[in-house]
């Protein structure tokens, strides 16, 4: 079955950008009609859903992280990848990656494991 | 955005006992064509990312045990651990997918009495 795997720097300075990709495996980016997500969860807190990205390239974005959000997709490499610039202590999370279908409006299955990324000096 | 309220924050339960979590949106979830509310459920436990157990608001997953149940329409939504067992013990989020962005309660804990 797909399998997703995160991986990027763990430690961030404050200001710099933040840069994750998740790997796919047990099948291809390309196969069926799936979009592919970025969601976080700062320790001890809830779910945030940072956006998505389909095949096409096609983006869409949580408004209150838009301005700092690139999500791309990479089919020969069967992945994607996440850029969040200028961050701060606030952007410290469990980083996780998932899919998702049916125009991007579904539950998320599977999910990466997660990465926690800490923005600190 | 849609906002998902969820309580309580955290509950005990005994063994075998049941354990009930309610959801709420900010607005309707259920989509009128297809009379679906949209609607998922996760457990996650420590160290693990979500899994989802429910969708459709009561479709539960494939392998999810039938003790676990989900209802409500419209904007008021429950998850029901019919009789709680130790490998139940974890934290609990809805999520709505009815529009973008797509939104997580805050999540409830549920812990063994």
């Known amino acids: 079955q797909v399998q997703l795997q995160e991986s990027g720097p763990r430690l961030v300075q404050p200001s710099q950008t933040l840069s994750l990709t998740c790997a796919v495996s047990g099948d291809s980016i390309n196969s069926g009609n799936y979009y592919w997500s970025w969601i976080r969860q700062p320790a001890g807190k809830g779910l945030e859903w940072i956006g998505r990205v389909y095949t096409s390239g096609s983006t869409r974005y949580n408004p209150s992280l838009k301005s700092r959000v690139t999500i791309s997709v990479d089919t020969s490499e069967n992945q994607f990848s996440l850029k969040l610039s200028s961050v701060t202590a606030a952007d410290t999370a469990v980083y996780y990656c998932?899919?998702?279908?049916?125009?991007?409006?579904?539950?998320?299955?599977?999910w990466g494991q997660g990465t926690l990324v800490t923005v600190s000096s | 955005d849609i906002v998902m309220t969820q309580s309580p924050d955290s509950l005990a339960v005994s063994l075998g006992e049941r354990a009930t979590i309610n959801c709420k949106s900010s607005?309707?979830?259920?989509?009128?064509?297809?009379?679906?509310?949209?609607l998922a459920w996760y457990q996650q436990k420590p160290g693990q990312p979500p899994k989802v157990i429910i969708y459709w608001a009561s479709t539960r997953e494939s392998g999810v045990p039938d003790r676990f149940s989900g209802s409500g329409s419209g904007t008021d939504f429950t998850l029901t651990i019919s009789s709680l067992q130790v490998e139940d013990v974890a934290v609990y989020f809805c999520?709505?997918?009815?529009?973008?962005?797509?939104?997580f309660g805050g999540g409830t804990k549920v812990e063994i009495k």
């Open positions: 999520q709505q997918y009815y529009s973008t962005p797509l939104t």
């Open positions: 998932a899919r998702n279908f049916d125009g991007g409006t579904s539950w998320f299955d599977p």
């Open positions: 607005q309707s979830i259920l989509y009128s064509s297809n009379n679906k509310n949209y």
